[in-house]
């Protein structure tokens, strides 16, 4: 199998991106993965501390390594915002095809020093690592509307430089979560053009990339959730960073999990008698496939570029 930076370079080429969907159970990871042999499309399975928490290591790796054999797409497992040097350094030894450092919290330096320290471990072993720079903040974190959060373009070359990091995730105004913006929905692309004028040809990342579907928000609302008003990235805008920009990775969970969530409010209403979670499982399957589907060919430009 192709490794990860073939992709990175031709989705620059060819301006598409990899979607990097988080999954938290095998049903996720299923619809995931056929999604991507559909469309015949690269894509990132990824997972979280907290999702390694939920499942256990082994059974991460375990169920990606037969999904490899299984579908006919490249699939990288990668983990998700590692916060140590030990959470990356486990995953790299479990066999993991990529890791993030997210060291963004730290002074500059610090971020510098963990992240190299990372990479160091990494590359040795022929895994891959994003490192963060900047901070993807939301409406409910108090510095969403500071400028600071955002990736400052020279200390992105910088940072690149010194830690040898093989892509980057950027803050331009995303943010993680169900609830991104209060009014309309902005994203910086003036300061990712400084940042490739920096760095040219880099392959950048864009995390809090889900765009909220409305629809399942109204769903799950009139099911007895509550949800309020959510409010995600506009396509249109995600679209642009992938094909005029170097945005090579998107990262989408909470589009998953709405859709997941969706289809199981919906099949337990409407069939009350059921207790076999195989068949409000399966609603969820089908429904998160079909965003999945959705994004590859409509989002990310990824379809036949496996
Ligand atoms: O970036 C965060 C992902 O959506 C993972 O979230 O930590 O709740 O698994 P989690
Ligand atoms: P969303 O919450 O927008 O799906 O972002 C997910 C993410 O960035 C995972 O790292
Ligand atoms: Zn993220």
Redesign the pocket.
Known sequence: MKKLNYYFKKAIKNGFALGAF?F?NLETLVSICQAAEKANSPVMACV????IKYMGIDFVVSMVKTAKKQYKAPIFLHL??GQSFEMCALAVDKGFDSVMIDASALPFEENVKLTKRVVDYAHKKGVFVEGELGQIKGIEDELSNDENHFTNPLQAQQFVQKTGVDSLAVAIGTS??AYKFNGEAKLRFDILSEIEAKLPSFPLVL??ASSVNQDFVNQINSLGGALGKPKGVDEKLTHVAITKHNVVKI?I??DLRMAFTAAVRSTLATNPQNFDPRKYLQAAKDNVQQVVEHKIKNLLNSKNMA
Request: proline share 0%; glycine share 20%; hydrophobic share 5%.
């Open positions: 988080n938290s979280s501390e907290g999702a998700d915002h993680h979560g995390h809090g990262n969970d909470t």
